[in-house]
């Protein structure tokens, strides 16, 4: 019994010393401007280096300092490490979209915040790498417009669907992730919000700061809690997601095989094509997917409709799941995903008739 206490407190003083704070008591925190221009995703640690603002520093804070108000200092000084993104005003992360040049084969990537590129800079997005890669096997033969946005979900993102079609699109890729598909009344009642496998929502979506850890709390038994929630977290999203394309959602699953039956009509009307570009969630990209179920029936109804599919999963595959988060606290693909995913689709989409 003896021994047991002595390593309960050798853990205990280790995790002191390291400073260890447990996952539910960090948060990541967003600053945007009233009129959605701009936007920091902000992180609390810059593991990677990547984050490239530093909102400690005096030019970021001349910089930025004016959104959110009095809400900047409290975000600088617990997720001081950012990545901006821009907007433009149908709030697409891109430039305004002009009118198609002649000679010119424009792609639109429609999407949610995989597509928008959350965490990461508008140049790493799969949508800018896929550019680079077309038109370096292709000079100045492709435009590619991102037209991802972060909370979109179906029937939101038919909405942005429609207003694709407005910029004569040749190609509209529509990057679809397991939680864009339509959620029934019956369904919601049945699942109330919980935090799911891209990003843990919790203090993020309430818009305050977690709890601090005291000092005299136990940094051994918080590190246990940490591991018994994760651990139900997984298991209540991963029911989640299944029962999104199963039975209790049955008739969001048939609205959502709708939406992409209309998409693919509008599209082929105007000469054009739709390419569904499957991300996996980044979990177990080591092992077998535990969605493969899911994206097996999404898959069946593209090959019955005759809509162009091409699986993202395999490119990620190969590599540790976590080197492909933008962080710890923020499970939606990193830079590296984008390019391995730009790098996966530039021959699809090119290969594409015109």
Not at 11 to 20: F, K, Q, S, T, V
Request: charge should be positive; glycine fraction near 6%.
């Amino acid at each position: 019994m003896s021994s047991v206490l002595l390593v309960a407190l050798v853990a205990e003083a280790g995790l002191r010393i390291l400073g260890y704070t447990p996952r539910r008591l960090r948060s990541t925190a967003r600053l945007f401007d009233p009129g959605w221009t701009v936007l920091l995703d902000c992180y609390p640690e810059n593991p990677r280096g990547y984050f490239d603002i530093d909102l400690r520093e005096p030019r970021s804070r001349a910089r930025y300092g004016h959104l959110r108000g009095r809400k900047f200092e409290a975000v600088a000084h617990r997720a001081p490490y950012a990545v901006e993104s821009r907007y433009n005003s149908l709030r697409f992360r891109d430039v305004e979209f002009g009118p198609k040049r002649p000679g010119i084969r424009r792609v639109m990537v429609l999407g949610d915040s995989f597509t928008e590129g959350q965490g990461v800079r508008e140049q790493d997005t799969y949508p800018r790498v896929l550019e680079r890669r077309l038109n370096a096997a292709h000079p100045g033969r492709f435009e590619v417009l991102n037209c991802g946005r972060r909370g979109d979900d179906f029937p939101a993102l038919y909405a942005a669907f429609r207003e694709v079609l407005r910029h004569d699109p040749d190609v509209v890729v529509y990057g679809m992730v397991l939680n864009d598909a339509y959620q029934s009344e019956r369904f919601r009642a049945r699942h109330p919000l919980i935090n799911d496998l891209i990003m843990d929502r919790g203090w993020s979506l309430l818009g305050k700061p977690p709890p601090a850890l005291r000092a005299f709390d136990s940094r051994l038994l918080a590190s246990v809690q940490d591991r018994v929630q994760t651990r139900r977290t997984a298991l209540e999203t991963t029911r989640w997601y299944r029962d999104m394309y199963g039975e209790p959602n049955r008739e969001g699953w048939e609205r959502t095989a709708d939406y992409l039956r209309e998409m693919n009509r509008r599209v082929r009307a105007r000469g054009g094509r739709l390419l569904v570009a499957s991300w996996p969630l980044l979990v177990n990209l080591e092992g077998e997917d535990p969605f493969a179920d899911v994206a097996a029936k999404v898959a069946g109804l593209c090959i019955a409709e005759r809509i162009p599919r091409h699986d993202l999963r395999p490119a990620l595959r190969g590599r540790p799941t976590s080197s492909l988060w933008v962080h710890a606290l923020d499970m939606h693909p990193n830079e590296i995903a984008h390019r391995l995913a730009a790098e996966s689709l530039a021959p699809v989409v090119a290969a594409l008739p015109d």
